[in-house]
């Protein structure tokens, strides 16, 4: 049956395959954006036209911040479904730019949840991030482990949006899923991230900087994966499981009484930064530059997903291996430079 989803964030990276996989599902989607200048908002305007292509596709620029725009949005197409994807991302980009991250992160979540509140939302599926494991030696990254160190402001303004998401989902029953995302990369990727970053940097011979000796892992998951897990999972609203606190036991991160779930969304399989830079050399063809530099504040040595409670839940997890990924990547990008250069 035919939905009506309001997706956060649509000219984002996940929010644009998100909302792509849910209109060729055949679902009514309308996307919401800012397009700010973060990054090229060419890019962001690309993604939307990608979508425009597609039936069903309504478009609504507005800040998720400003609450009688959202509410009056809300109000105009009375969504059933919300995956909420927008947000301030980036681990360094909030040294010195927190605000950005309270108005976004914060204060706009609050406003979507508000809203999703008021409109009796079916299900919320809100964006969090493998940032929250912070320091965690503990591998893999297991849903039920403690976060409570961000090493991050980002981090800490993701976590804070779980909690936030919990006391709507048990004051108001409200159904919310949070989705750990772990390294998305792929095609139309962002350029603040480091897959952006090392290809044009190989393909332009320029140097690439090179963090902690390139020891850093990651566990990168392609975006087609993440949206797929995104889509699963908005289908299988949680159900309260209690009354309150006390009426489970052994409450956790996966055992709340509220209906509230959180989800690892990782292929399990990390790779140190030399193992990626090595990949894409083979498949750029270009021998890398590399600029040796000290690990950056805010950062973490390794994201390593436990992905069994996706796989549990929706019969589905990440599986897209890493050079198929890169290589559709670095396709996509000699692309997009080639048309960017011609604009």
Known sequence: MSSTILVTGAAGFIGMHASRLLLREGHRVVGVDNLNDYYDPALKRARLAQLDAEPGFAFELADIAESDRIAAIFERHRPQYVVHLAAQAGVRYAIDHPLAYVSSNLQGSTVILEACRHRRIRHLAFASSSSVYGGNRSVPFRETDPVDHPVSFYAATKRANELMAHSYAHLFGLPVTMLRYFTVYGPWGRPDMAMWKFTKGLLAGTPIDVYAGGELSRDFTYVGDAAQATVRLLFLPPERTGEGPGSVADVGADRSWAPFRIYNVGRSDPVTVN???????????????????????????????????????????PKVGLEDGLREFVDWFRGWIARSAAS
Do not use: C, N, Y
């Open 275 to 317: 193992h990626l830079l090595a990949l894409l050399e083979r498949e750029t063809g270009r021998r890398a530059i590399r600029q040796e530099l000290p690990m950056q504040p805010g950062d973490v040595e390794r994201t390593f997903a436990d992905p069994s409670r996706l796989r549990a839940a929706t019969g589905f997890e």
